[in-house]
């Protein structure tokens, strides 16, 4: 039997610009550096990562159709489309996927609008306020959820 290891880290609309981001909400990493410590919290897991940042929607919503094919899991932080982006959260439940959602920042702590996440019920869980260790934590939980 092949392991199901292989975990689909996706990022949306504006996260490749981390680094030209609020240092003091988002902390002062890169995308390039955030997306190698996503890779090194995975390999000590032994999951397998693959990654994907997009700012269309389409584009990410088609990525998602053919997620079943490429990973076993999903950890996703859609960035502002977590607030509002229907599509995200339908295409989301046709991959039908284990999946975490991870936000750097403290959602629940800032602005209204940013209270409101469309994919939430649809995750095993939420994780928020950590910034890089995040995904860590996340990683940790769909190891959990593959039964590793
Ligand atoms: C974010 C929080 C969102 O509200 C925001 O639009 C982002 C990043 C986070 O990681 O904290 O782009 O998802």
């Known amino acids: 039997m092949t ?3 292989r975990v689909l880290i996706v990022h949306g609309v504006n996260l ?7 240092a003091e909400i988002y902390g002062g990493i890169t995308f390039d550096q955030l997306e190698q410590r996503i890779a090194v919290f995975a390999h000590e ?13 389409g584009a990410l919503v088609e990525h998602l159709h053919r ?3 490429r990973a076993d ?13 229907w599509s ?11 999946t975490v959602e991870v936000h750097l920042s403290d959602v629940d702590a800032r602005e209204e609008f ?3 996440s469309v994919i939430r019920d649809l995750c095993v ?4 306020g950590e910034g890089v260790e995040g995904y860590r934590t996340a990683l940790t939980r769909i190891k959990k959820e593959l039964e590793l």
Request: aromatic share 8%; glycine share 6%.
């Open 73 to 85: 899991a999903i950890v996703i932080n859609p960035g502002a489309w977590t607030h509002y982006a």
């Open 16 to 22: 490749g610009m981390l680094g030209r981001r609020p």
């Open 3 to 5: 392991t199901r290891n």
């Open 125 to 128: 869980e939420t994780v928020k």
């Open 45 to 57: 897991l032994n999951l397998e990562p693959r990654f994907f940042q997009t700012n269309h929607e």
């Open 114 to 116: 940013r209270r409101i």
């Open 88 to 98: 995200i959260r339908d295409a989301l439940e046709i991959a039908a996927l284990p």
């Open 67 to 69: 997620a079943d094919d």
